[in-house]
């Protein structure tokens, strides 16, 4: 048995390495060196703190950057309008003076249908209010500007056979000399305020060539206009055949206003011809009862006038047309003319509907402002009777807006008459600023909405 010495033995323990788990004999026994490992360990920690400290702070930072630029560049709510729109404004019927015979109709111009009528659809002769139609007819041919005479006409023998020839079947005439030249508008004056019929045959021939081709062009002239219920039959009125109902007789009267040689001739009371003297309008209410036209007619058994008159109402006039056919005498309808315009005339009242600067919305912002949409000017309004007058305000959403700002419009209406008022903002509504908007995130994602009332 071979046994090692002592020495040797010590040597092998010395050549092998420490176990794991272990530290070297030195690190227990190197305080120096046990100082610098309790360091690194320290280092190690606080580097695993701080880079995660910082990748918090980094995720903080991206997602904060992110709302703050969202926040700041995202659009503001608009503020709805609220809106107080005046209620509907309703006046008293007018109390009318009906005739108590005939049948009349009164329109006004701008004014939608008729405002009282009574058989206003029944036909009925027209007598020389036809001679308005020839006189559309004819200058619907040969157009005349206002203040001009247009071109003239050489009346001769065969004008005055028509002259004795009207006379002999009762007609009423005016008086013509063979040789003389008149304009048309001379003519048209010598056919409409004596109502001559024979200047009305000499008018229409001349412009037409026959009364056959004369009442060709005026029948289509009629259907054109829409006229469905009048039936002409000669340029005079003359025959019994003409007939119209009065609402139509209205829509007539309106035409013959807007043609201004037409409505001139209508208005004047007299008139000084060339070689025929004095010419007077047989519209004895003329100048009377706000009266300034528009035609007589007469027949065997009946009389009747086709009327206009402008009634004075706040700043400004209301043309009245209408019409009274069928009255025993002239005596009667003038007057019963006169009392129909005199009751009618006080029914069209102005009526204030809102004052400049009157509160027609309202506007809330979420973040604390107000302001007001105000009329930018009054609102008045011609009303017949008892035409209720209704106000509809449009009024846009609002983000941002100068003071005075245009935000919508107010439409008042009575029938078929109107009229737009702008609205305009009483106070700025500005942006909130950053703040507010950084501290109501829910408030950005609000919709946009319109107030309509």
């Known amino acids: 048995m071979t046994t090692e010495a002592p020495g040797r033995e010590a040597e092998h323990d010395a050549a092998r390495p420490p176990r794991a788990g272990t530290e070297p004999a030195e690190s227990a026994s190197d305080p120096a060196a046990a100082a610098r ?265 009946a009389a009747n006038l086709l009327f206009s008159a402008d009634v004075p109402v706040g700043d400004e006039s209301v043309t009245i047309v209408g019409v009274l056919l069928d009255a025993p005498d002239h005596a009667s309808l003038r007057e019963a003319v006169a009392a129909l315009l005199d009751s009618v005339a006080p029914g069209f009242r102005e009526v204030t509907v809102f004052d400049e600067g009157a509160d027609l919305a309202s506007y809330a912002t979420p973040w604390g402002q107000t302001a007001h949409a105000e009329a930018s000017e009054a609102a008045r309004l011609v009303v017949w009777s008892d035409t209720p007058v209704e106000v509809a305000v449009d009024a846009a959403s609002v983000t941002t807006a100068a003071d005075g700002s245009d935000v919508g419009t107010a439409t008042v209406t009575a029938g078929a008459r109107s009229i737009v008022v702008p609205l305009r903002l009483d106070a700025p509504l500005e942006d909130p600023g950053a703040w507010w908007r950084l501290g109501n995130p829910g408030a950005l994602d609000a919709p946009a909405s319109a107030g309509r009332g």
């Open 37 to 301: 490992q309790a360091r690194a360990q320290v280092y190690r920690r606080r580097r695993i703190v701080v880079f995660g400290a910082l990748a918090i702070v980094l995720a903080l930072l991206v997602s904060g950057g992110v709302y703050v630029g969202r926040a700041l560049g995202a659009p503001i709510p608009a503020a709805a309008a609220v809106v107080t729109a005046p209620q509907p404004v309703a006046q008293a019927a007018q109390p009318l003076a009906l005739p108590g015979f005939g049948g009349y109709a009164v329109g006004a111009v701008g004014f939608d249908g008729l405002l009282v009528g009574g058989s206003a659809d029944a036909p009925l002769p027209t007598a020389s209010i036809t001679k308005i139609i020839t006189a559309l007819v004819v200058l619907d041919a040969n157009p005349v500007a206002a203040g001009e005479s247009g071109p003239e006409l050489a009346y001769t023998e065969a004008d005055v056979e028509l002259y004795w020839d009207m006379i002999a079947q009762n007609g009423s005439v005016a008086p013509v000399e063979p040789g003389i030249s008149l304009s048309l508008v001379q003519s048209l004056e010598a056919m409409l305020l004596p109502s001559g019929n024979n200047y009305a045959i000499s008018i229409s021939n001349w412009a037409f060539g026959s009364q056959e081709a004369f009442l060709e062009r005026a029948r289509t002239w009629l259907a054109d206009h829409g006229f469905q219920h009048t039936v002409i039959a000669d340029s005079s009125g003359l025959s019994l055949d003409n007939t119209s109902t009065p609402a139509e007789l209205v829509r007539l009267g309106e035409l013959a206003l807007e043609n201004p040689v037409v409505a001139s001739i209508v208005a004047t009371q007299q008139v000084e011809l060339p070689e025929l003297g004095a010419i007077e309008n047989s519209n004895k209410l003329l100048g009377t009862h706000g009266v300034d036209g528009i035609k007589t007619g007469t027949t065997d058994d």
